[in-house]
C-alpha cells in the first residue's frame, strides 16, 4: 500500500490516543429510566457510532468513481445505531433498533443516489430498523411472586428479530468485537433472504440449568435472482425461494462457567476480564427451496438451505487480580450447503462500484475493490484469540492485541483460500470508548488454466473509533 495512506492514518490513530486523558465519566447502568423504585420496570436506550478509516489495496483493474485506483483511503461510517427497550412487567419486553451502515465517501448512499449533487453517490443513506419485536415470559428468569431465580426458564417472542442460529456470533454485539468486526461469514443470509441479518419470524429462548437456547421459525425474505450455466462448473445455485418455505434456526450452548446475560440475543466479543466463560455450542439454519439452478438442457432445480455450526468459547482472566490480565478465544466450525457450486462475494463498504472498462489485464473472480469470496457451498473455520495486557499506572487505558485466521474451502473455487486479520484494542473506557488498528489479508483468485486459484494476496489497514453510551 501507498506509505502517504499509511503515514495518514496513523497520524489520526496517535491524535486519538493522545486524548485520553480527557477522560469519562464511569459508565454504570447508561442510558436507562427506571420506572419504579426497585428499577424492575425501566426503559433503556444505547446508541452507538463506528467510524472507520482505511487504506484499502483494490483488486487487480479496480475504478472508484470512474478512475482507475489501485489503492483507496478513506473514512465513512461501518454502523451508526440507536437502540431501546423496555421491561413495563417482569413479563413483557418490547424492542425497537434502527440505523444505518456502511456508508464511504463513494458507496451506502440512499437508493437510487449516484453522480453530483444533494444525492449524490455515497450521500444520505436511508436509516431503517434492524429489530423490532415483541416478547412474552412464559417462565421468567426470577419468580415475580417470590423474587427468586429460576432454575429454567422459557420466553417467547415475535417480530424482526437477531435471535439467530448457526452460531455464537451469529447473533455477535456489534458493541464489543475482539477483533475489528466480525468475520461476516458468521452472516451467511445477509441482504439476501434477510434483513441486515434479520427475518420475521417466531422465537423461543430460555435456560435449562447451564444449557442456554434458542430456536425460532421465520418468513424469508424473498430472492429471484436468474440461474445461469457456469463454463466450468455447470450448475451454479442462486438464491431464488420464490413464496420462501419456511426457515427453521436454532442454537445451544452449555455454559459451563459464570453464565452469561439472554435477555438480549446479542453475544459478547470479549469480557475485557470481567467475567469467567467457557461455553461450547451448536446451531443450525434450514429452509427448503431457497436457491435453484440451472443446467445446459436448461432443466431447473430447487436446493434446500442447510447451514450448520459448531464452536467453543473461552474468557478467562489469568495472573492476579490486580493486573487483571485475561485471555479471550473463539473457534468456530461451518457446514454450508446452498446448492451445487452456490459463490457470493463481498467487500465491507466497498468503496468501489465497477472495474476499470480500460483494464487489459486478468480480472478476479471475486470482483472489484475490496470483494473477496464470502461464502459459497462448502466449509469455513474461523478462530481467533486475544490477550488483555495488565493494568499500567491508568485503570481504563488497557491494551488488547489479538489475531484471527479464516480458511475457506468452496465447490465453486479449486483451491483454499486463507484470510488473515491482527490488531490490537486500545481501550480507553471499556468498549465504551475504544481505538481499533488491525490489518487484513485477502487472497485474490483468478482464472488460470480452467481453474479458479489464489494469485497474490491484497491488504486493508483499518482504524475505528468506537464510542458507545
Known amino acids: 500500500m501507498r506509505l502517504r ?6 497520524a489520526l490513530l496517535f ?3 493522545a486524548a485520553h486523558s480527557q477522560g469519562s465519566e464511569t459508565y454504570n447502568s447508561g442510558v436507562k429510566v427506571n420506572l419504579d423504585p426497585e428499577g424492575n420496570k425501566y426503559v433503556r436506550f444505547i446508541i452507538w457510532n463506528q467510524i472507520w478509516m482505511r487504506s484499502i489495496q483494490h483488486n487487480d483493474g479496480t475504478a472508484v468513481n470512474g478512475v482507475p485506483s489501485n489503492n483507496t483511503w478513506d473514512i465513512g461510517a461501518r454502523r451508526l445505531r440507536f437502540l431501546a427497550y423496555a421491561q413495563i412487567t417482569p413479563r413483557y419486553l418490547v424492542l425497537t433498533h434502527f440505523g444505518i451502515n456502511n456508508q464511504s465517501f463513494a458507496t451506502g448512499g440512499a437508493s437510487g443516489s449516484s453522480g453530483t449533487g444533494g444525492y449524490g453517490a455515497g450521500k444520505k443513506p436511508g436509516i431503517f430498523f434492524h429489530d423490532v419485536w415483541n416478547e412474552y415470559a412464559i417462565v421468567p428468569a426470577v419468580d415475580p411472586e417470590t423474587k427468586t431465580p429460576n432454575k429454567y426458564n422459557v420466553y417467547l417472542g415475535a417480530g424482526l428479530h437477531y435471535w439467530w442460529g448457526i452460531s455464537r456470533i451469529s447473533s455477535a454485539s456489534t458493541l464489543n ?18 434483513q441486515f441479518v434479520r427475518q420475521f419470524g417466531v422465537y423461543t429462548k430460555g435456560r435449562l440449568g447451564k444449557l442456554n437456547y434458542n430456536f425460532s421459525v421465520n418468513k424469508p425474505f424473498a430472492t429471484n435472482l436468474t440461474p445461469a450455466v457456469d463454463p466450468l462448473k455447470g450448475r451454479v445455485a442462486v438464491d431464488n425461494n420464490g413464496d420462501a418455505k419456511p426457515a427453521v434456526q436454532g442454537y445451544f450452548d452449555y455454559q459451563f462457567l459464570d453464565q452469561e446475560s439472554n435477555v438480549l440475543p446479542y453475544r459478547v466479543g470479549t469480557y475485557v476480564g470481567t467475567k469467567k466463560v467457557f461455553n461450547i455450542g451448536a446451531g443450525f439454519y434450514h429452509n427448503n427451496n431457497g436457491t435453484r439452478s440451472l443446467d445446459a438442457a436448461g432443466d431447473l432445480q430447487r436446493h434446500n438451505i442447510t447451514l450448520i455450526g459448531v464452536d467453543v468459547f473461552a474468557d478467562m482472566p489469568i495472573g ?3 493486573k487483571n490480565m485475561a485471555i479471550t478465544a473463539y473457534g468456530v466450525y461451518y457446514n454450508y450447503d446452498f446448492g451445487p457450486n452456490y459463490i457470493r462475494h463481498v ?11 480500460n483494464y487489459t489485464g486478468p480480472r478476479s473472480v471475486q470482483g472489484f475493490g475490496n470483494n473477496r469470496p464470502f461464502v459459497g457451498t462448502g466449509n469455513i473455520i474461523y478462530a481467533q484469540a486475544g490477550l488483555l495486557l495488565p493494568k499500567g499506572i491508568s485503570g481504563k487505558l488497557r491494551l488488547q492485541p489479538f ?8 465447490e465453486y473455487l479449486d483451491e483454499t483460500g486463507s484470510y488473515i486479520d491482527f490488531g490490537a484494542n486500545i481501550f480507553l473506557d471499556g468498549h465504551h470508548a475504544k481505538i481499533t488498528p488491525q490489518y487484513s489479508i485477502r487472497p485474490q483468485y483468478f482464472t488460470q488454466n480452467d481453474r479458479r ?4 494476496n491484497k491488504g486493508e489497514f483499518m482504524i475505528q473509533l468506537q464510542v458507545y453510551l
Do not use: R
Not at 179 to 194: E, G, H, Q, Y
Not at 347 to 357: S, T, V, Y
Not at 405 to 410: A, E, M, Q, R
Open 347 to 357: 467487500g465491507i463498504m466497498n468503496p468501489a462500484a465497477g472495474f476499470d472498462p
Open 403 to 410: 489475531g484471527a485466521f479464516t480458511l475457506k474451502d468452496f
Open 15 to 17: 491524535t486519538a490516543f
Open 177 to 194: 468485537f475482539l477483533a475489528i468486526d466480525a468475520p461476516v461469514v458468521n452472516w451467511p443470509l445477509v441482504d439476501l433472504s434477510d
Open 320 to 322: 492476579s487480580k490486580e
Open 5 to 10: 495512506h499509511h503515514a495518514f492514518l496513523y
Open 453 to 456: 486459484v489464489v494469485d497474490g
